[in-house]
């Protein structure tokens, strides 16, 4: 899994708890104490999933919550609500707001894992499906495998991880920033140029020959995995089809 979890708890061993249980699950974790950053690192990166404490310092997670719903960006973005509220009018006044979800503390890790797969597949199931498969390109999370027309493509761990972003989302357009945070991690530093080398190396191990380059360039932007990608395969096969073939009406 590579889906991105924002994790609002000002409570700081539930925050780490969290951020380890998830990131050992496959997920990307960013994290804060404070309603008032939801907005700002919403817009730095979208997130998948979105698990908000009620009790916060400053904006409470109801009015989040209440802010998230009404704007037409965020949405639709899966909330689960963490409280120490247990009461039944409380759990409806924050389902209400339009959270997806309500946990009350103390609670299960596993339980609150098993709500989140479920919110994920339910919202965007690409980002929890263990295939994803696109025209004739195959990645397997599961078996860290890729296959195109059925023949086995040796990535790096780098690269699959690379291919693997731009497959959950055809046709978003990613800067090299944004790949340097989800593939190699905000920890760590290095040139966004990094970047093109690895898309370089990617698109050379996908295609061979005359193959459809499944990577589009945007110029001074980024990178995409091609929405027309599986369009243009079954166009280049139609055109193959009725090209005649030498001498065959002799």
């Known amino acids: 899994m ?4 924002l994790i609002v708890e000002d409570e700081e061993p539930l925050k780490v708890l969290l951020a380890y249980n998830f990131e050992s699950e496959g997920y990307r974790v960013r994290s804060t ?3 008032e950053d939801v907005p700002m ?16 310092p400053g904006i409470s997670g109801i009015e989040v919550c209440r802010l998230l719903r009404s704007r037409a960006d965020t949405r639709n973005i899966p909330i689960i609500m963490l409280t120490a509220r247990g009461e039944e009018s409380e759990r409806v006044r924050g389902l209400a707001t ?14 609150l894992l098993a709500r989140v797969r479920s919110l994920l597949r339910r919202a ?13 390109l195959s990645l397997d999370r599961k078996m860290r495998r890729v296959t195109r027309a059925g023949r086995d493509i040796t990535l790096s761990p780098t690269e699959f991880r690379l291919l693997e972003h731009l497959m959950q989302s055809p046709g978003r357009v990613y800067s090299r920033s944004q790949l340097l945070d989800a ?3 905000r920890d760590v530093y290095i040139d ?4 093109d080398v690895h898309v370089g190396r990617l698109r050379r191990a996908l ?12 110029r001074g932007t980024g990178y995409s995995f091609d929405e027309r990608f599986q369009a243009e395969l079954a166009k280049g096969a139609g055109e193959r089809r009725h090209t005649p073939v030498r001498g065959a009406d002799r």
């Open 2 to 5: 590579s889906a991105s979890i």
């Open 33 to 35: 104490a404070m309603g």
């Open 41 to 56: 690192m919403i817009a730095d990166e979208r997130p998948n999933l979105v698990i908000l404490d009620w009790m916060l």
């Open 98 to 111: 339009g959270a997806d979800d309500y946990v009350v503390k103390p609670f299960s890790v596993p339980e």
């Open 124 to 136: 965007d199931p690409d980002v929890v499906a263990e295939v994803l498969s696109i025209g004739d």
């Open 183 to 185: 593939v190699w991690g």
């Open 192 to 195: 966004e140029r990094t970047v």
């Open 207 to 218: 295609s061979r020959a005359r193959e459809t380059d499944p990577i589009r360039t945007v």
